[in-house]
């Protein structure tokens, strides 16, 4: 079964900091990586979708890696806002269904 | 705008009734989903549909009953609540390229 870990689980950052969200998986067979965010009590917004031939997407202040035979995927966020507090969830697709990680949570202090 | 609709958004359910969370979507998608979320459980998935016609068990299937009724609605039922059922319910599509499209959930509280 794919395992999904995103490290750490809350992160606190002051305004303008640039800062890298983490997500790992364990069986490299997957077609494709996406990145969420979740407001409370909120649904979850798609932010990047990553395709298993791709090594990274981009989407303004947004950027995602993937490096499959690692297992790894990176969430860069670019000059951090306090509008970015959130959590962001990254899911796998192995083709059957998504796994997702528990996320992090994100607080961007003005 | 095109997306997933889920209704109702919140309900409070006495422990043995039954009820039906609805869920719609208008971008042609094949495939959808119920998830649910939990504090520290992150999504896990309840059941799926690949296509009309077909339902699929998830993760965590016991107490529930979907249907696909048609390529736009997927319906999942609880036929007799219990509190371990209180949770967010999320329902999602996914189409040809991939990528989910997440409803905005249904807040079900069983007491």
């Known amino acids: 079964k794919q395992e999904v870990t995103q490290i750490p689980a809350a992160l606190s950052v002051p305004e303008g900091e640039n800062l890298v969200l983490n997500c790992s998986f364990t069986d490299s067979a997957i077609y494709n990586l996406q990145w969420f965010r979740q407001d409370p009590g909120k649904g979850l917004t798609s932010l990047l979708l990553i395709q298993s031939s791709q090594r990274e997407q981009t989407s303004g202040r947004l950027n995602a890696s993937l490096d499959k035979s690692s297992g790894r995927s990176t969430l860069y966020i670019a000059a951090s806002q306090p509008g970015d507090s959130a959590t962001y969830l990254c899911a796998v697709d192995t083709g059957n269904q998504f796994y997702f990680g528990t996320g992090t949570s994100l607080t961007v202090i003005p | 705008n095109a997306g997933v609709t889920q209704t109702p958004k919140f309900q409070v359910l006495k422990t043995g009734q039954s009820m039906t969370l609805q869920c719609a979507q208008d971008?042609?998608?094949?495939?959808m989903y119920w998830y649910r979320q939990d504090p520290g459980m992150g999504l896990r998935l309840i059941y799926y549909s690949a296509s009309e016609g077909t339902t699929d068990k998830g993760e965590v299937p016991n107490g529930y009953n979907v249907s696909r009724l048609n390529k736009r609605e997927f319906s999942l039922r609880l036929e007799s609540a219990a509190p371990s059922q209180t949770s967010v319910y999320f329902c999602a599509s996914s189409g040809q390229f991939g990528g989910y499209t997440f409803g905005s959930g249904t807040r079900l509280t069983v007491v």
């Open positions: 971008m042609n998608h094949n495939s």
